[in-house]
């Protein structure tokens, strides 16, 4: 049975949520403490320092019992790539831990790159699986990964810039990382990666030049280590809107809130995005970081299936707000205004819109079948696509027309496919094992990208570990962009930038209320 807009109650209730996700406590330490006894006086509640990687300038740490405060230095290429050079303060943990310090790097203004990191690592080699918060020396803050040995580093970049305390958190296999406000106050950056961190691993402080002829320096205050345990009670909901650019698959941070939105639509101009929250749409200025309700009264149980017209004056919207609670399409202009309906009964979920600006796709039930419909842009008759048994759902059309993509699981498990405009020429696109959803093509008509559930999966559920997948579709060759905790939600609608090189999704959090 398709279903449309997540449920609150799915998202916060599932067992991941009371296992992954439940809510930190006890052995809180605050530079020493039982847990982690230090060896070594000056090393304050840490256990060893030591230079990770090739440095041309030995690196120091040292512990000022009085002021309670941790001095690194250290010099270092870079921390990035395949292969890290810095120095690094630690001590050997395991299970699920927090690390929070205040972070000010010293002397004259060094290099814009250079980064102070609260980090987890595997092992010590240069090449390890890490994941950290780093403070970059001209503000920007990120959670920083390699999750595998010797592979690339990634980052997914706060939106905000240089916060005066920064904590990084371990829960199973995610990391996430918390900034400070104005306030002082630390409060979810958005910004969570899922990384394996398997056995024992190292917990510390890190510093880099990030220019080896030189060393640099940072003070570390206020450090807190903790040691997480489990226990009972809801999580909160944190959404965060993120955009990913496909060259790198680097991740920044736009938009953090406690509360439920989905199903990001890039706007044509490329400076907003929009998105559904409790029924009502909003526009997100990319440039002042502030989103802003978007007028569709009467319709005001909108769910997550909306998207702009070609020249991007119109906005479709599939919205419940019928005495039968089932959805049907609307359009309205997309500053606001009084929605047109377009299809006259429901349940119709709108996710393509013709290039010429004429034609809708949309997926819709029919006599207890889910299948693809087109329905002219000004209204009339419906004309059916798919019929094959199995749904049939994500109907979007190639940028020059001649495709429409779509995702079928009428071979037993959801794939993707593609047709004609007329319903002819029904071919798979690809054979995985994965549960593959909602495929979106770059207004280039170069690339397309999906989500994809693990085969276990059944549907579209909330609250999952999933993928965004690209294809090339020159050679048919398929990139992981993102591992995340999401949903369909996520990205099951068209939400590429207009010059093809970005995406914005939705990803999520489940995080304690304390």
């Known amino acids: 049975m398709k279903s449309r807009g997540v449920n609150l109650n799915g998202l916060a ?11 930190p406590c006890a052995s809180a330490q605050r530079h020493r403490g039982q847990a982690f006894k230090p060896a070594a006086p000056n090393l304050g509640i840490f256990t060893q320092d030591t230079d990770i990687g090739t440095v041309l300038h030995p690196g120091s740490a040292n512990f000022d019992a009085t002021r309670h405060t941790y001095t690194l230095t250290g010099s270092g290429d870079n921390m990035w790539f395949g292969t890290d050079a810095f120095h690094f303060l630690f001590t050997k943990v395991s299970g699920d831990v927090s690390l929070s310090a205040d972070i000010a790097f010293t002397g004259n203004k060094g290099n814009d790159h250079r980064k102070a990191v609260l980090m987890l690592r595997q092992t010590l080699g240069p090449g390890s699986v890490y994941v950290d918060v780093a403070r970059h020396g001209n503000g920007l803050t990120s ?14 970049e706060s939106a905000v810039s240089a916060p005066q305390r920064v904590r990084i958190l371990k829960r199973g296999n995610y990391a996430y990382v918390y900034v400070s406000d104005a306030a002082g106050k630390l409060n979810p950056s958005g910004a969570a990666m899922r990384i394996a961190l398997t056995g024992d691993f190292y917990i510390g402080l890190g510093i880099c ?12 205050s206020n450090v807190e280590l903790q040691q997480l345990q489990p226990t009972t009670g809801s999580p909160t909901l944190y959404s965060t809107l993120e955009t990913i650019t ?12 406690p509360t439920l939105f989905e199903a990001p639509n ?11 929250q409790s029924g009502l749409m909003y526009s997100f200025d990319l440039a002042t970081a502030k989103p802003t309700q978007i007028t569709t009264n009467p319709q005001t149980h ?36 009084t929605p047109r309906q377009i299809t006259p009964t429901g349940p119709s979920y709108w996710h393509g819109w013709s290039p010429d600006g004429n034609t809708l796709a949309f997926t819709a039930q029919r006599n207890g079948d889910f299948d693809i419909y087109t329905i002219p842009e000004a209204g009339g008759a419906e004309t059916r696509l798919t019929t094959a048994k199995g749904l049939d759902d994500g109907p979007e059309y190639a940028p020059d027309g001649s495709r429409i993509y779509f995702n079928s699981e009428r071979n037993g498990h ?17 054979h995985e094992l994965s549960n593959d959803w909602f495929p979106h093509i770059s207004p280039d008509g170069k690339w397309l990208v999906y989500l994809a559930y693990d085969p276990s999966v059944t549907g579209h559920p909330a609250a999952k570990d999933v993928e965004l997948r690209l294809i090339s579709l020159a050679d048919g060759k398929v990139k992981l962009l993102a591992k995340l905790f999401g949903c369909q939600g996520t990205i ?8 093809s090189t970005k995406l914005a999704f939705v990803s999520y959090e489940l995080l304690p209320k304390n």
């Open 414 to 430: 959801m794939q993707l496919w593609s047709m004609k405009p007329d319903g002819s020429d029904q071919q798979q696109l690809l």
């Open 209 to 220: 030049s990030h220019d080896k002829d030189v060393s640099e320096s940072a003070v570390f």
């Open 13 to 23: 209730m599932t067992a991941l949520a009371a296992t992954l996700l439940t809510a």
């Open 302 to 337: 909108i769910n997550n299936d909306h998207g702009l017209s070609p020249d991007g004056s119109q906005l479709a919207i599939s919205d419940q707000s019928s005495s039968d609670a089932a959805s049907r399409i609307y359009i309205v202009p997309t500053t606001g205004g």
């Open 492 to 499: 099951n609608v068209p939400s590429w930038s207009p010059d």
């Open 246 to 257: 496909v060259a790198s698959t680097d991740r920044r941070v736009a938009y953090v809130s």
């Open 266 to 276: 890039w706007t044509r101009d490329g400076k907003s995005l929009l998105f559904n």
């Open 143 to 156: 959670l920083q990964y390699r999750d595998t040995p010797n592979a690339d580093t990634h980052e997914i």
